[in-house]
């Protein structure tokens, strides 16, 4: 999908046509699409596919007519897990080019005008913008994980089965996908501030280091939440496996005591003539007495080695 947006006296407008000073978004664009923004904006056609990858990683790339900035963005996938997709930001001297799989929030806010002091024709400072909707989502995810994963926490409290675990590694699997993403898009961003192509405006510098800061706080918190989710995966699969323990020492115990009066019917369901009390009236009530008194007394010493 091809769409156009330029500022026109402080209002965001859709057009038709590419022109100076507009931002082309491009969310999982046709071949004709690529074709046209490529004859339009001079930028090469194998930049603009670079983001339709979605293992590729992020950098910055300076061309003689073009900025080519890639960074990773967090979103949902149809499983409802949360992964990192490419986000290609291409600035050139008249345009902003964007270019991405699919629909993003951090694209989505721009395109519904719901940031303050955003011009489609300030390129420097819509770059740094989107930058900074980016970092200040991961930090939302990072929150929606957080108290996925104290959820997660109160069922195993209850059931403790393997259906939370597996939930568990999912969000620590993101985890991982959202730290390996911030720390690339961390080397992006020193680099943009480094660079002189890229001209910066004092208030665009301070809004970079913001982009910086809040990338920084997103790497604390993915570290500090992988390394609970960790623990509390250890530490419920060690709960798991006790209490599996604990169910077979039980088991065990209950069929060893089950097993003497067994035993013992077991031996007089033999056809001897000599078995005794074998002729006596009251010989089932004295065997039974007796298979009573030592299944108690096995009972009372399990009991007391805390075996039951």
Same mark, same amino acid.
């Given at each position: ?6 500022t ?24 004709? =699409? ?12 194998d ?10 990683? &992020?950098?910055?790339?300076? =061309?003689?007519?073009?900025?080519v ?8 996938d ?18 902003i080019?964007?270019?991405? $799989? ?14 303050k ?22 930090l939302?995810?990072? +929150?929606?994980?957080?108290?996925? &994963? ?10 403790q089965?393997?259906k =939370?675990?597996i939930e ?5 699997k993101s ?5 390996? &993403? ?11 501030? +480094? ?22 706080? *997103?790497?604390?918190? *993915?570290?500090?939440?992988s390394?609970? $989710? &960790?623990?509390?995966?250890? *530490? ?20 060893i ?7 013992? *019917? ?15 009236p ?27």
């Open positions: 999908m091809l769409q156009i947006f330029q026109v006296e402080d209002e965001l407008q859709e057009n038709d046509q590419i022109s100076e000073g507009c931002w082309v978004a491009l969310t999982k664009p046709t071949n004709e =699409e690529l074709q046209q923004v490529v004859q339009e904006t001079g930028i090469d056609i930049d603009l596919r670079a983001p339709l990858d979605d293992e590729e990683r &992020s950098r910055i790339e300076l =061309e003689d007519d073009y900025v900035v890639l960074v990773d963005i967090p979103s949902l149809e499983k409802d897990r949360y992964v990192t997709i490419p986000l290609g930001i291409y600035m050139t001297k008249q345009l080019v964007t270019v991405c $799989l699919e629909e993003t929030p951090v694209l989505k806010a721009f395109m519904n005008n719901r940031v002091e955003f011009f489609t024709f300030k390129r420097t400072r819509f770059v740094f913008q989107i930058l900074y909707r980016n970092a200040t989502s991961y939302r995810y990072l +929150r929606i994980i957080d108290r996925k &994963s104290e959820q997660i926490e109160e069922k195993l409290h209850i059931s089965k393997n =939370e675990l568990l590694l999912e969000l620590e985890l991982v996908y959202f730290t390996t &993403s911030l720390r690339s898009n961390e080397t992006v961003l020193e680099k943009l501030l +480094r660079t002189e192509k890229v001209k910066k405006y004092p208030e665009d510098e301070e809004l970079l280091e913001d982009v910086i800061v809040e990338n920084k706080q *997103a790497i604390e918190m *993915a570290n500090i939440y390394g609970i $989710l &960790s623990g509390m995966m250890d *530490a419920f699969a060690s709960v798991i496996s006790n209490n599996l323990n604990v169910v077979m020492k039980f088991l065990s115990t209950v069929t005591v089950m097993s003497i009066p067994t035993m013992i *019917a077991s031996f007089y369901g033999m056809n001897f003539d000599n078995i005794p009390l074998g002729h006596s009251f010989g089932f009530y004295i065997i039974t007495a007796c298979t009573l008194v030592i299944t108690s007394l096995v009972v009372l010493f399990f009991k007391k080695k805390n075996l039951f």
